[in-house]
C-alpha cells in the first residue's frame, strides 16, 4: 500500500516536474499558474516527508 501510494507521489512529482522544467509549448506562464504549481509542489514535499517520518 505504502510503495503504491509513493509510486503515485513520484509520477506526481515527475509531471510536475515536467511542467516547471519541461520544453512546454508556452514558456511563460502567467502568476496564477506558477502560484498552483508552486502549491502542488509544497503539497508534494509535506506527502513525501510524510513518507520520511514513519
Known sequence: MRFVELGKTTKELKKILDLLYG????DQVG????RERRRQIVK?????KKFETC
Open 31 to 34: 502568476p496564477a499558474m506558477a
Open 23 to 26: 520544453s512546454t509549448k508556452n
Open 44 to 48: 508534494l514535499q509535506s506527502r513525501r
